[in-house]
T-cell receptor, first 110, second 117 residues
């Protein structure tokens, strides 16, 4: 079945860039999302990319998609302590059945 | 607009007891979904309602789980009897369109953290 994999932890210093990686197996993936979960909060949609795009930039966030390698990354520029959270990658072929990764816990050190 | 709301935020029950989780979707969203994250693993789909009808319950783990959406508004998810492996975070989501699209992603609630002891 479809699978999405992410590394579990990432630690960066405040002001540095963070890069969170995700790989997926479903070749029919159409939409790929990044969600953020802060402690005690729900899943906040951060950004998304359509499968026919290679890159999307939204303020401090840059999403890169390598469809050939089925690799998605989220780069956060000038990482702040408020960026500390769990980041989930999710993909769908257009249905409501999102396939999520296990989440990457980002810790930002002051 | 108000987001997806879930109640309670936390629930601690003993094995064998019953728990009912509630979800209020965004007003006007006919599509409502339940997902759960168990023991720090990936978030997995449980089921999908369109209004009051269950469209897809392929992700429901077993018959101890019962979801309802009477009247097509809020939904409840009952676990009876609860087992230890049911512990996790249960997320509800809603959307205007059925399925996902570029401009209509799923909107998730804050989740209910269920602990079965």
């Amino acid at each position: 079945g479809e699978d999405v994999e992410q590394s579990l932890f990432l630690s960066v210093r405040e002001g540095d860039s963070s890069v969170i990686n995700c790989t997926y197996t479903d070749s029919s993936s159409t939409y790929l999302y990044w969600y953020k979960q802060e402690p005690g909060a729900g899943l906040q949609l951060l950004t998304y990319i359509f499968s026919n795009m290679d890159m999307k930039q939204d303020q401090r966030l840059t999403v890169l998609l390598n469809k050939k390698d089925k690799h998605l990354s989220l780069r956060i520029a000038d990482t702040q302590t408020g960026d500390s959270a769990i980041y989930f990658c999710a993909e769908t072929s257009g249905t409501y059945k999102y396939i999520f990764g296990t989440g990457t816990r980002l810790k930002v050190l002051a | 607009e108000a987001g997806v709301t879930q109640f309670p935020s936390h629930s601690v029950i003993e094995k064998g007891q019953t728990v009912t989780l509630r979800c209020d979707p965004i007003s006007g969203h006919d599509n409502l979904y339940w997902y759960r994250r168990v023991m720090g693993k990936e978030i997995k789909f449980l089921l999908h309602f369109v209004k009051e009808s269950k469209q897809d319950e392929s992700g429901m783990p077993n018959n101890r789980f019962l979801a309802e959406r009477t009247g097509g508004t809020y939904s409840t998810l009952k676990v009876q009897p609860a087992e230890l492996e049911d512990s996790g975070v249960y997320f509800c989501a809603s959307s205007y369109l059925q399925g996902s699209s570029y401009n209509s992603p799923l909107h998730f609630g804050n989740g209910t953290r269920l602990t079965v002891t």
